[in-house]
C-alpha cells in the first residue's frame, strides 16, 4: 500500500513539474516570438562629413580627435595668402570698375546738356547711356567677384557645423586639404538615438510614444526612452526596378519566409545622457506596455 502511495506520489510531482515546464516554455515561446524586443539595437546618430570648401596647405589644427566641440568652434584653418592676394586682385577691379561707371556717368550728364541745345547730340547722348550700362554691368560683375573672394577667404577657416564629437580626425598643419575632401567625421551629439530592428509581426504592438527599455551589450544600469518614430520604407531587395519598364521581381520558392525587420527610432529619456553614448554600440531594445514606466526591474 505504502509503495502505490510512494509512486502515486512520485507520478503526481513529475507531472506539476511537467505541467510547470509547460506553462514557462508557452510564457517564453509567446515572450521571445512575440513580445515587441529585439538584440538588433544600435546607437546611431547623424554625422557630418568634414571637408574644407577651398583648398590649400592646413597652416593651423584648432581640435584633436574625438574633442567635443560646438557650431561655429574652428577645426583647421587653410593658409590665406593666396585668398588674400585674390581678394585685393578682385579689389582692385572693383575700384577700376567704379571709376569707369563715375566717368561714363559724367560723361551722360554732359551729353544730356548738350542734346537740349544740339538735335545732333541726341545721339552721342545715347550711346554715353549705353556706355553706363555697360560699366555698370561691369561694376557688378566685379563686386560679386570681389564677394567670391572674401568668402573664399572667410572659408579657409573650417567650423564645426553643428554641435558634436569630432572624430577619425589625423589632420596636421603642412597637409594638403583639397575642397571637398571629407578630412573627418563630426558626430552630431544632438541626433543621437537608438535604433530597434523590429520583425514586421510585432510593428502592430509598437506605437509612438511606448515606453522603452535599453540595455546596452557590456554595459549594467538599463536606459530609458521613448518610441519617437517608425520608419517609412524598406528596401525590397527581391524587386528591380528598371527606369519607367515594369518592375522586374525575382521570384522566390522558399517554404518558409522569414519576417523582416523595420527600423524603429526611439529618443532617450536623458539627452545629457545620449550625448555620452558611443555611437554604433549593440544593444537590446524592449517597448513596454503605454502604463508601464520604462524602469529596471
Known sequence: MNRFAGLAG???????????????????????????????????????GVASDVSGPVQAVAVRDNQLVAAGDALFQIDKARYQLALRTAQAAADSASAALTQAQADLQRYDRLAEKDVASQ?????????????????????????????????????ASVNGRITNFSLRPG????????????????????AGYFEETQ???ISVGDPVRIRLMGGEAPITGFVSSLAGGIQDQERNDTG??????????????????????????????????????????????????????
Open 10 to 48: 512520485r507520478m503526481i510531482v513529475t507531472l506539476a513539474m511537467v505541467a510547470c515546464a509547460l506553462v514557462l516554455g508557452h510564457y517564453l515561446w509567446r515572450y521571445y516570438m512575440d513580445a515587441p524586443w529585439t538584440r538588433d539595437g544600435r546607437v546611431r546618430a547623424d554625422v557630418v
Open 123 to 159: 545721339r552721342s547722348d545715347e550711346a554715353a547711356g549705353t556706355l553706363v550700362r555697360q560699366r555698370q554691368a561691369e561694376l557688378d560683375t566685379a563686386m560679386a567677384n570681389r564677394d567670391l573672394a572674401q568668402l573664399d577667404l572667410d572659408r579657409t577657416t573650417v567650423r
Open 244 to 297: 519607367g519598364d515594369m518592375a522586374n521581381v525575382t521570384p522566390t520558392f522558399a517554404w518558409v519566409r522569414l519576417a523582416q525587420r523595420v527600423p524603429v527610432r526611439i529618443e532617450l529619456d536623458d539627452p545629457d545622457l545620449a550625448q555620452t553614448l558611443i555611437v554604433g554600440r549593440s544593444a537590446t531594445v524592449e517597448v513596454l506596455p503605454p502604463q508601464s514606466p520604462a524602469t529596471a526591474q
Open 175 to 194: 597637409d594638403y586639404s583639397s575642397a571637398g575632401v571629407v578630412q573627418a567625421a563630426l558626430i552630431d551629439t544632438d541626433s543621437i538615438h537608438v
Open 203 to 205: 510593428l502592430h504592438k
